[in-house]
């Protein structure tokens, strides 16, 4: 049900278009991952009002019982979307500035409970925030470079490509020589994804 996105362009709207079927558990899991998804393709691809839609429509599905990886990933894209949206959206900059803070204090809660392995996604998320706020240019600077340190430290390349290209958006405002440098890695590492994923899809044919 993602064939919208093929071709040129992505059809937003038909994207947007999703439904559970019902209260099953296989349901669930449809639905759970079927608008983390769209969340996800949302915030990378800078449509933050629909990834904010469809964050809140996934939140019903974050229960005691939800995969932890949905969980995390849940927490990773709507604080990277707040963030996002409290630059785009000065008027309401401190709502968002507060939703953020506080999907970040519980990704941080999750580090200190339950393991390291999405450091790198708080310190990423964390960057996003203080970009939001800090006057300190070089201070945001070196945020970014420590959760993309941490990102590629773990192969979580996509998630390095992503605050890279955050980083170079940031910068945009306010050194263009620092912003070509992100967006330059940002592709890099995108380009990197891209290949590990047809060098995947290759094997699976073979």
Not at 43 to 71: G, K, N, W
Not at 139 to 149: F, K, N, P, S, T
Request: one cysteine or more; glycine letters at 4%.
């Amino acid at each position: 049900n993602l064939l919208c996105c093929h071709g040129p362009t992505i059809d937003w709207k038909e994207l947007e278009t999703f439904e559970s079927i019902s209260s099953n558990k296989s349901d669930t899991y449809r639905s759970s991952f079927g608008y983390l998804g769209r969340l996800e393709l949302a915030l990378y691809f800078r449509e933050l009002e629909l990834a904010e839609r469809m964050s809140t429509a996934l939140q019903p599905y974050m229960s005691h019982e939800a995969q932890y990886v949905i969980v995390v990933k849940n927490i990773f894209y709507s604080g990277l979307t707040f963030s996002g949206l409290a630059r785009k959206r000065r008027g309401s900059a401190r709502q968002y500035r507060l939703k953020a803070s506080k999907l970040l204090k519980i990704m941080e809660k999750h580090c200190r409970t339950k393991g390291l392995n999405p450091l790198h996604k708080s310190l990423i998320m964390k960057a996003d925030l203080l970009a939001c706020h800090s006057r300190d240019v070089q201070e945001v600077g070196r945020a970014y470079d420590q959760g993309i340190e941490a990102a590629l430290k773990i192969s979580f390349i996509q998630d390095a490509a992503l605050a890279s290209e955050l980083a170079g958006e940031y910068f945009m405002l306010h050194d263009q020589d620092k912003a070509r440098h992100y967006f330059c890695q940002a592709q890099h590492l995108y380009s990197e994804v891209s290949k590990m994923d047809s060098s995947y899809f290759c094997e699976l044919i073979e």
